[in-house]
Structures are given as C-alpha cells and as structure tokens.
C-alpha cells in the first residue's frame, strides 16, 4: 500500500513541481515557508506538542532575526497521524496547496513513503525523528538526517546489554519502521558479533485489545532482560501488563520511542523495577545554543525540554534550513539542499544561532553551525557523523542520563 501511495503522489505532484518552491529570487513576495509534517496525533502525538513548540521556537527566531531572503517566515502545519499514509496526504497538501520551499518535522515511516517524491519536487527536507537505517546510505542530497541511526541505537542497545551481563534477551517488536529498524541491528549485533541468544523474539501490531499473550511469551521465555522496541501507544498497555503479572524483576531495555514522562511513571512506580535505555543525549555542556533554547521552550510551552524527546531537533532542522536558504541566496529546493552541508559543516566560523550566522553569511565568511544537541557536522549521505549517544535510565521519576557511551569500534555495523 505505501507504495502505490507514493507512487501516486508522484503521478499527482509532478505537475505542482514549479509551484512548490519558487524561482528563488529574492525580491519575491510573500513569507518564505516551511513545512511542519508531523505526527500531532496517533503514536507519536505524546511528543506532537513538544516538537511543535520546538519547531515554533524556531521560526520565531528567524523572524526576530530580519526573516530569510528579507522575507518573514511561516510554518506550515500538517498532522500525518503518526501513519505512512498520512504522511502522503499531508505532503500533498503542503506542496499542492501551500507551497512549502522546505519541510521538517517527519518521523521515520513517513519519510520513507515520501522519499521519491521529495527528490522528484526537489523539496529541501530534514529528518529530525528519522532513525531509519533505511537512511543509512540513501540521502546526502535532497534529504538530511540530524539524529543518529537506527543503527547506531540497535549497537548501542547491544552494548549496553553486553556490558551488562545480559547474555540471553527476549524481544518484543512492534511492527512498524521506526521500531523493528533499531531491533534488527539489535538482533544481529547482540547474536552475531556477541555470541548472545534471543531466546523469543516476539513481533506484534499495534492496536491489538490486550498485550497479554506477547508480554508472557517473552518475559517467560526466561531471559536476562526484554529489550521492548514499541511506540508509545503500544509500550503502556504492554509495560501495565508487566507490572500486571508481577514480571518486574526482569529488567528492560527500551527504545527511544519509549522515552516518555508517562512511561519512567509507570516504571518507577514499581519497587524494584529497573529500565535501561541506549539513546541519543544531549551534549549541552558549554553549549551556547542550548543555553539560548532551554528558556525560550520552556517559555512556550511550560517545562523544560525532555531527554530524547526530539524536540531539541526539530529547532535545529529550522535554524539550518534558515541559514542554507540565506547562503543560497534564493528559495530554490536544489541550491538550499546544496548549501545545508555547507553551513553544517566546517571549515567556517563557529555560530550557535540564526543571527550570527546570518551575520557571518553577509560579511562574506564560511559557517560551521553548532545545535542545540552537538556539533551538526553530516557526512556524503547527509548522516551525523559522529553522534553524541548515552545510557539513559529511570531517576526520581523521570529520565536522566546515567552516563555517555562510545559506540564500541570492534562491532561492524551490519549491512
């Protein structure tokens, strides 16, 4: 089914190409506008009003900063519904109807449905929720990734459970991109590089009425620990399960997707339970850009920002598409495409937001934009090249990180 949407979405869009982004002359009226394709809704509406906030921010920040081109900018909204399918419909409208010369926002599924047609508009897109290893080797030009792979987080949950003592884990799956992604580089590292078993790798929909028969098979399966890669919407009915039937002596390792206040509640209600998490975290120390951002969201929005919750990000992706359109010059897909790894990458004058890098474009100098999260340095295929990762685990009710981790460099990433 994905792919006969995608494919006719490209039939429908091929058409709309000339209108999607416009000839890039500066003098052109009108904002300058970038999408916001997200899931508000479905599985990963828990962060929806986190990344949107973040995204907002963002967009505030250019327009404070004199706009991109002279012109102010407007962020695009389109709830994808956490689904592939919304993501093809929200797509369409955002380049059918509104025009957008750039997009951010969309998580793992919905960019691999919306993959070809990208390219085909020549959309400028940044991926700030996709882990997909899908991505490992196919973007770098039209795409661009700033979070680490799937393939990173499946060696870093290996790690961690090597590095433990774990030597026999059950899994239990979610059938979905973004979670059997990071589960199946967990899966082949874990057996093949460490000599560890799976004793029952258990795959499941989302949407079912009960978890119960799942959660038994795994945690009953007799392993060290369960490594749950699920999304949000799955993971709570299955984690009131394991507390249900008195499994919490079993420890857990968690995906990402996992990384929710909700969930260090339940997990941290139970005596005794423990969760451990392989994840992204944020390198903030003498960080000027996360320093300028922490008061600004929690603004917004109410509370500081999250571990892993992405919203730090989806900022970022924003701040970057402001500054390449600015080196282009023009709004024009190709040419911002091209100078996103211009303004990400050294050489180039160390900025940490819109309005010195802004500063440093129109006095003639390079730019080396350092986020919020870590330096944002991408390689040929527009991947992080050297992504700042962690253990999280459960303290005081919430996440924290327990410590930085190095991807272990004798473990061969699979192909």
Same mark, same amino acid.
Do not use: H
């Given at each position: 089914m994905k792919r006969v949407l995608v494919a006719l979405l490209a039939v429908g869009l091929v058409a709309a190409a000339a209108c999607s982004g416009d000839s890039g002359d500066a003098a052109d009226e009108g904002p300058v506008k970038y999408g916001f394709l997200n899931g508000q809704s479905g599985d990963y509406g828990p962060w929806g009003h986190w990344a949107l906030a973040a995204?907002?921010?963002?967009?505030?920040?250019?327009?404070?900063?004199?706009?991109?081109?002279?012109?102010?900018?407007?962020?695009?909204?389109?709830?994808?519904?956490?689904?592939?399918?919304?993501?093809?419909s929200g797509f369409a409208e955002l380049t059918e109807v509104d025009g957008i010369h750039a997009l951010g926002g969309i998580e793992s599924d919905g960019m691999i449905a919306i993959f070809d047609t990208v390219h085909e508009l020549q959309i400028p897109t940044i991926c700030s929720t996709c882990g997909t290893t899908e991505l490992d080797s196919t973007g770098g030009d039209m795409v661009f990734r700033i979070i680490p792979s799937d393939t990173d987080n499946g060696i870093?949950?290996?790690?961690? +459970?090597?590095?433990?003592?774990?030597?026999?884990?059950? !899994?239990?799956?979610?059938?979905?991109? /973004?979670?059997?992604?990071?589960?199946?580089?967990?899966?082949?590292?874990? &057996?093949?590089? !460490?000599?560890?078993?799976?004793?029952?790798?258990?795959?499941?929909?989302?949407?079912? &009425?009960?978890?119960?028969?799942?959660? +038994?098979?795994?945690?009953?399966?007799?392993?060290?620990?369960?490594?749950?890669?699920? /999304?949000?919407? &799955?993971?709570?009915?299955?984690?009131?399960?394991?507390?249900?039937?008195?499994?919490?002596?079993?420890? !857990?390792?968690?995906?990402?997707?996992?990384?929710?206040?909700?969930? +260090?509640?339940?997990?941290?209600?139970?005596? /005794?339970?423990?969760?451990?998490?392989?994840?992204?975290?944020?390198?903030?120390?003498?960080?000027?850009?996360?320093?300028?951002?922490?008061?600004?969201?929690?603004?917004?929005?109410?509370?500081?920002?999250?571990?892993?919750?992405?919203?730090?990000?989806?900022?970022?992706?924003?701040?970057?598409?402001?500054?390449?359109?600015?080196?282009?010059?023009?709004?024009?897909?190709?040419?911002?495409?091209?100078?996103?790894?211009?303004? +990400?990458?050294?050489?180039?004058?160390e900025v940490f937001s819109y309005a010195q890098g802004l500063a440093e474009l129109e006095a003639g100098n390079d730019i080396d934009y350092h986020g919020t999260t870590s330096n944002l340095n991408l390689n040929s295929v527009g991947n992080l090249l050297s992504p700042v990762m962690a253990v999280i685990h459960v303290q005081d009710g919430d996440w924290a990180v327990r410590e930085n981790i190095e991807l272990d460099p004798t473990l061969v990433k699979p192909s």
């Open positions: 995204a907002e921010v963002a967009v505030e920040e250019l327009n404070a900063g004199g706009g991109v081109l002279g012109r102010s900018v407007e962020l695009v909204v389109e709830d994808n519904g956490s689904t592939p399918e919304g993501a093809v870093v949950g290996a790690q961690v +459970a090597r590095d433990e003592g774990y030597r026999n884990v059950a !899994m239990l799956v979610e059938l979905s991109e /973004g979670t059997e992604s990071p589960a199946n580089v967990f899966k082949a590292v874990f &057996t093949e590089q !460490m000599g560890g078993t799976i004793t029952e790798d258990v795959r499941f929909n989302a949407g079912e &009425t009960t978890y119960a028969a799942q959660v +038994a098979q795994a945690f009953e399966s007799g392993p060290d620990a369960v490594y749950i890669a699920a /999304g949000f919407e &799955t993971g709570v009915p299955i984690l009131n399960e394991w507390q249900r039937r008195g499994y919490t002596d079993v420890p !857990m390792i968690f995906t990402t997707d996992l990384l929710s206040p909700e969930i +260090a509640e339940i997990v941290s209600g139970v005596p /005794g339970a423990s969760a451990i998490v392989g994840a992204t975290a944020y390198d903030t120390v003498n960080n000027p850009a996360w320093d300028a951002y922490v008061p600004r969201f929690e603004e917004k929005i109410g509370d500081p920002p999250e571990i892993a919750f992405y919203d730090a990000w989806q900022y970022d992706q924003y701040i970057i598409l402001g500054l390449a359109t600015a080196k282009a010059g023009t709004t024009d897909g190709a040419a911002v495409a091209a100078a996103i790894p211009e303004i +990400a990458n050294p050489p180039g004058v």
